[in-house]
């Protein structure tokens, strides 16, 4: 079988199958024959690993997480790739494909079901407009998932990489800062398309915290403090949590002096620990 980055052979499958490429889920196929192996290879594809992968595209990636994981269990949107999906992914009996949308499908279930007894890890080459709204479910359900390796908008990517308190970081950074490590992979270009975005892209992963990392009393509080902070990120911290939570502002400039935080401090200028202190002397304040 012709390699599946080649494009005129990308270009005939697509046609015998009358499939066209839809701009509206974000579908951009793979051509870089160098890309995919290195997603599979980083990406925790190899033996006792199940991937979950997210996306099939024509299965240029899901072949090489394919010949190197122990199963591979695809949720693919698009039910019109399944005819191309048949014929290129025919001599693999490790590979199954869910016909479901990833932000709305029961990811436990199909977890637990399909990895018995193996280690699971997420590889993906996301459509652009579902990034984050994505990785914050994977990280929010808490799924036993040890790695996401996911190819990303290399703008967004920088973002989700970003340290907590730089000039990059935004709600997104410190969510993925509170759930695992994230780090950049490597770059690819535009060119490694087809057909070819207008901007550049990035592989990047996520390592997860085996057990919980930062210890926050009211994780529902932290998050709050997170998005309202961010949201207004230009205003001094103490006032915009004072008005969100209906606080004498006296009472919140007690609780930012018991964190050791002044109080015209914006929340771009936090570290992950001093969000954690202050979302738990907040939230022991709330209670009385």
């Not at 591979?72 to 290129?88: Q, R």
């Not at 390796?149 to 703008?155: G, N």
Request: hydrophobic fraction near 45%; aromatic fraction near 8%.
């Amino acid at each position: 079988m012709p390699e599946l980055t080649d494009i005129n052979y990308i270009k005939q499958i697509m046609t015998k199958h009358g499939f066209h490429v839809s701009k509206a889920l974000g579908q951009n196929f793979l051509i870089n024959p160098t890309v995919c192996p290195r997603i599979a290879e980083l990406g925790n594809a190899k033996e006792n690993f199940g991937i979950l992968e997210i996306g099939t595209g024509v299965g240029v990636l899901t072949k090489e997480l394919a010949k190197r994981a122990e199963k591979v269990v695809a949720i693919e949107l698009d039910n019109k790739l399944f005819p191309i999906l048949n014929e290129t992914l025919a001599e693999f009996n490790n590979i199954k494909i869910i016909h479901g949308d990833a932000m709305k499908i029961n990811l436990k279930k199909i977890i637990s079901e399909e990895f018995e007894n193996l280690q699971v890890a997420v590889c993906a080459n996301l459509p652009y407009y579902i990034t984050s709204p994505l990785i914050m479910r994977l990280l929010e359900e808490k799924l036993p998932i040890k790695t996401i390796t996911i190819m990303v908008q290399k703008e967004a990517g920088q973002r989700l990489c970003a340290p907590v308190r730089s000039r990059e970081s935004g709600a997104v950074t410190v969510a993925v800062a509170y759930y695992g490590e994230a780090k950049k992979l490597f770059d690819v270009t535009r060119g490694s398309f087809l057909p070819a975005p207008n901007v550049d892209s990035m592989v990047m992963q996520i390592k997860l915290y085996a057990e919980q990392h930062w210890h926050v009393q009211d994780e529902n509080l932290f998050f709050k403090i997170i998005k309202i902070g961010f949201s207004q990120r230009r205003k001094q911290l103490c006032s915009v949590l004072a008005n969100y939570f209906h606080m004498p502002k006296t009472d919140m400039l007690s609780v930012f002096e018991q964190a050791n935080i002044l109080f015209n401090t914006r929340i771009e200028a936090l570290t992950m620990p001093e969000l954690v202190n202050l979302s738990n002397i907040l939230a022991e304040n709330l209670k009385n």
